[in-house]
């Protein structure tokens, strides 16, 4: 479920590898909608921290910026 949202910003061609990444794209084209692998019974820890890469990145709403003050 939480990579749906990161799903569907490479269906809208917004995310681009400029790279070669072999192990992450097994991952990616393994990993299985019910949080499975079809690899194996390994997690997919790229494929994560790429999903919580671009959720944070990509789908986090943005704040107006401002200046903090040290308290």
Same mark, same amino acid.
């Given at each position: 479920?939480?990579?749906?949202?990161?799903? #569907?910003?490479?269906?809208?061609?917004?995310? /681009?590898?400029? @790279?070669?990444?072999? +192990? %992450?794209? &097994?991952? =990616?084209?393994?990993?299985?909608?019910?949080?499975?692998? #079809?690899?194996?019974?390994?997690?997919?820890? /790229?494929?994560? @921290?790429?999903?919580? +890469? %671009?959720? &944070?990145? =990509?789908?986090?709403?943005?704040?107006?910026?401002?200046?903090?003050?040290?308290?």
């Amino acid at each position: 479920l939480r990579a749906e949202p990161v799903a #569907a910003l490479y269906e809208r061609a917004l995310v /681009r590898h400029t @790279a070669a990444f072999p +192990a %992450l794209e &097994d991952q =990616m084209t393994q990993f299985t909608g019910d949080g499975g692998n #079809a690899g194996g019974g390994k997690s997919p820890d /790229r494929l994560d @921290a790429l999903v919580w +890469a %671009l959720a &944070d990145l =990509m789908l986090r709403r943005a704040t107006a910026p401002g200046v903090r003050r040290l308290s």
